[in-house]
């Protein structure tokens, strides 16, 4: 069968000569003149940088950088535009000054001739508030794994800066090797944006330890713009190490302090909370030769065994904001031991208190924590809810005798709370304050639970409806709030409450301070709750207006001021003997004028 594809167009002697020759190539050079200029580096013209808050392109002279060899040359020294070093992780870091000034790194071993080790004081100077912004990145290890994180004891810039932004640089009083100096931030000169990772401190209280200070302004240059703080987590452990017994008391002294000698924009962190127990902790606490605490080997491989010594409440260090007010405070997770306050310590007089307090919001449970505010405040919501229910109980039974037992013995409720692993509960389990909040007036509060129950049927034919042996569960909101207590000196707007109050107070036309000198706080002037919902119940709970409890016991038409609360209870009031956040007793809404479902203990 002859094939039907046409042949080539092409004269047949084209096609035998189809290669004639070799093509003669492009004559090339080279891109230097010289072998000298060869061997150089390749040196761009200019390097494009972004400004990292209004996002436009600046120009910086690579020129300026790298000059041949020459030793006094920014690129080769510890000063200048842009100054990079790497850790002894290998974690290289870069600080890079955009517009007027320049940055100084000196590390742990200034001698050694290379920036190697941990990062001892970053210095920011010929700055300008306005004009003048600081970056630092991190690039992680190569050869290891780490966190991408580099260590630095102490940061200062005597001139204003706009915005200071270390992107993966902790602030720590534990360096390698360790430096006697300050540890902190110290900007006199103010900064309108400062954000960096992690706080980490470790503090021995036996050898006096001083607190990480981040101090923005001073007393005679106050700050001329209002500081916004951004923040990873705070780390903060407090410990003693010359001590055999395992540490009970909360840390009320400052170990790591905020002091703004002005107002405060926006507050934000992640998270504020002791250290995890580590090799490092363990190596802190031993002290170098220490080998056991409280009677407990810590020398072991597994430092989460020792959880249990470093418990919540007597190791976690108090975080301090000392300011004159604050726009906006946020955490997105749990906070621990945090107060707010104009004076060194909160609630010690009339004028300990911020000036105001405009939004505070808590993303995790707020445990240990204190906001002392003169005047108002105004959004307060506790999504994970104000203090630790962790262990409390809310009553006590008496068990019959048996062989074993001949007398009657005391039993807490409820049971449910039994086998709570020690060192873990809060500040409420423990017997002290959870939160305490006082304000001349608040805008609304709004706080979800903490924990979640689950409820069975208490017929046994109904538990399990669908199928044998899988019980049908209902989940209820747990503790919203727990020994707390929110006072006013004048109103509360709103009120909405998800889940139980236990032994806490939410009172208006109450002064805080006249009831620590030991007088009557309720001073008889006007106040309202505007609106107060709850879905859930009040545990040894009072929420009032103008409302004075006779001999420390709410009672029905006694005591009763000029106050009105407006609202509904979606629960009962139980009381069960146990004593509220002021030293009262009693359960239930009261006010001389009440309007809606508000119940009230028999």
């Known amino acids: 069968m002859g094939s039907t594809r046409r042949g080539t167009g092409r004269p047949r002697s084209t096609r035998r000569l189809r290669f004639q020759g070799l093509e003669h190539l492009e004559s090339r050079q080279l891109l230097a003149s010289n072998l000298g200029a060869a061997m150089a580096p390749y040196l761009p013209g200019d390097l494009a940088v972004r400004n990292p808050v209004t996002g436009h392109r600046g120009m910086i002279q690579v020129q300026s950088l790298i000059r041949g060899n020459d030793p006094n040359a920014p690129l080769y020294s510890n000063q200048g535009k842009i100054v990079t070093g790497k850790d002894r992780a290998g974690n290289e870091w870069t600080i890079t000054v955009h517009g007027p000034g320049e940055v100084i790194v000196t590390d742990?071993?200034?001698?050694?001739?290379?920036?190697?080790?941990?990062?001892?004081?970053?210095?920011?100077?010929?700055?300008?508030?306005?004009?003048?912004?600081?970056?630092?990145?991190?690039?992680s290890s190569a050869r290891t794994l780490t966190g991408g994180t580099v260590t630095f004891n102490r940061l200062i810039a005597a001139n204003g800066v706009n915005s200071i932004q270390l992107n993966g640089f902790d602030l720590s009083n534990i360096t390698n090797p360790p430096v006697e100096q300050a540890s902190g931030v110290f900007l006199p000169g103010g900064v309108k944006r400062l954000e960096f990772h992690d706080?980490?401190?470790?503090?021995?209280?036996?050898?006096g330890a001083p607190p990480i200070t981040i101090q923005i302004g001073d007393a005679a240059?106050?700050?001329?713009?209002?500081?916004?703080?951004?923040?990873?987590?705070?780390?903060?452990?407090?410990?003693?190490?010359?001590?055999?017994?395992?540490?009970?008391?909360?840390?009320?002294?400052?170990?790591?302090?905020?002091?703004?000698?002005?107002?405060?924009?926006?507050?934000?962190?992640?998270?504020?909370?002791?250290?995890?127990?580590?090799?490092?902790?363990?190596?802190?606490?031993?002290?170098?030769?220490?080998?056991?605490?409280?009677?407990?080997?810590?020398?072991?491989?597994?430092?989460?065994?020792?959880?249990?010594?470093?418990?919540?409440?007597?190791?976690?260090?108090?975080?301090?904001?000392?300011?004159?007010?604050?726009?906006?405070?946020?955490?997105?997770?749990?906070?621990?031991?945090?107060?707010?306050?104009?004076?060194?310590?909160?609630?010690?007089?009339?004028?300990?208190?911020?000036?105001?307090?405009?939004?505070?919001?808590?993303?995790?449970?707020?445990?240990?924590?204190?906001?002392?505010?003169?005047?108002?405040?105004?959004?307060?919501?506790?999504?994970?809810?104000?203090?630790?229910?962790?262990?409390?109980?809310?009553?006590?039974?008496?068990?019959?005798?048996?062989?074993?037992?001949?007398?009657?013995?005391?039993?807490?409720?409820?049971?449910?709370?039994?086998?709570?692993?020690?060192?873990?509960?809060?500040?409420?389990?423990?017997?002290?304050?959870?939160?305490?909040?006082?304000?001349?007036?608040?805008?609304?509060?709004?706080?979800?639970?903490?924990?979640?129950?689950?409820?069975?049927?208490?017929?046994?034919?109904?538990?399990?409806?669908?199928?044998?042996?899988y019980p049908n569960q209902l989940t209820l909101p747990g503790t919203a709030i727990t020994n707390s207590a929110i006072t006013t000196d004048g109103s509360i707007d709103h009120v909405n409450v998800t889940g139980n109050l236990l032994n806490s107070e939410i009172k208006t036309g109450f002064n805080y301070q006249a009831y620590l000198a030991g007088l009557q706080g309720t001073r008889g002037n006007p106040s309202r709750i505007g609106s107060y919902q709850q879905r859930g119940d009040l545990v040894n709970s009072v929420v009032s207006a103008s409302y004075t409890p006779t001999d420390g016991v709410y009672r029905v038409d006694a005591g009763a001021g000029p106050g009105s609360i407006q609202g509904r209870v979606r629960g009962f009031a139980y009381n069960t003997g146990g004593r509220t956040a002021l030293g009262n007793h009693g359960a239930g809404v009261f006010a001389r004028a009440k309007s809606g479902v508000l119940p009230v203990a028999p």
């Open 108 to 139: 742990t071993t200034p001698n050694d001739g290379a920036l190697a080790d941990d990062i001892a004081t970053i210095q920011i100077i010929n700055s300008n508030i306005h004009t003048t912004y600081v970056t630092g990145e991190v690039t």
């Open 221 to 469: 240059r106050p700050t001329p713009v209002k500081p916004s703080i951004y923040l990873d987590s705070i780390y903060n452990s407090a410990y003693d190490s010359t001590s055999d017994s395992i540490p009970s008391e909360p840390v009320t002294i400052p170990t790591v302090q905020f002091l703004v000698n002005g107002e405060i924009q926006n507050f934000s962190v992640v998270s504020v909370s002791q250290s995890p127990v580590s090799p490092n902790f363990i190596t802190a606490t031993q002290n170098g030769t220490r080998t056991q605490w409280g009677g407990f080997p810590i020398s072991g491989p597994a430092p989460a065994a020792y959880q249990f010594i470093f418990n919540v409440v007597g190791t976690t260090g108090r975080t301090s904001i000392q300011t004159l007010g604050i726009n906006n405070l946020e955490s997105r997770g749990a906070v621990t031991n945090l107060t707010a306050q104009k004076g060194g310590q909160p609630f010690t007089s009339s004028e300990s208190g911020m000036r105001r307090l405009g939004r505070a919001r808590f993303g995790g449970t707020a445990d240990g924590l204190g906001l002392d505010v003169n005047g108002p405040i105004g959004d307060l919501t506790f999504d994970r809810g104000l203090g630790n229910p962790t262990g409390v109980f809310t009553a006590s039974a008496e068990t019959a005798a048996t062989e074993q037992n001949p007398g009657t013995q005391t039993m807490l409720l409820p049971a449910t709370n039994y086998g709570i692993p020690q060192g873990s509960t809060g500040y409420a389990a423990s017997g002290f304050l959870a939160g305490v909040i006082r304000a001349k007036s608040i805008r609304s509060i709004r706080a979800n639970p903490a924990n979640f129950q689950s409820v069975g049927a208490q017929n046994p034919d109904f538990v399990s409806l669908r199928r044998v042996g």
């Open 199 to 207: 706080v980490i401190g470790l503090f021995d209280q036996s050898q």
